[in-house]
């Protein structure tokens, strides 16, 4: 089993910045993907930005140059640094983690959400 934890989130003015953390745990043998999705109300869940294990990245085009998304293999951490804020940023972000187990099986995690407040 696999336990992802947030944190980061939070108000933060037009132009701010945040950083999100999401720390992975339990029984990891190896993580492929570590990613930050985002929901906003009414919409349905949408990706920010993923890295893959050989620390490629891809985000979302209402974020690029905007947001970076990194990784610390060594702790199994990924970071979404969030600049130039605005308010349709505004939503609940989701850490997502998949790899395999010990065991060798596939596992896909989800975090349980931070949210995210843009707003003067």
């Known amino acids: 089993q696999v336990q992802l934890v947030e944190s980061g989130g939070g108000l933060v003015q037009p132009g701010g910045s945040l950083r999100l953390s999401c720390a992975a745990s339990?029984?990891?043998?190896?993580?492929?993907?570590m990613g930050w999705y985002r929901q906003a109300p009414g919409k349905q869940r949408e990706l920010v930005a993923v890295?893959?294990?050989?620390?490629?990245?891809n985000y979302a085009d209402s974020v690029k140059g905007r947001f970076t998304i990194s990784r610390d293999n060594a702790k199994n951490t990924v970071f979404l640094q969030m600049n130039s804020l605005k308010p349709e940023d505004t939503a609940v972000y989701y850490c997502?983690?998949?790899?395999?187990?010990?065991?060798?099986?596939?596992?896909?995690?989800w975090g349980q959400g931070t949210q995210v407040t843009v707003s003067s």
């Open positions: 997502n983690v998949q790899g395999r187990d010990f065991l060798n099986r596939y596992f896909g995690s």
């Open positions: 339990g029984s990891i043998f190896s993580i492929y993907v």
């Open positions: 890295i893959t294990s050989g620390a490629s990245t």
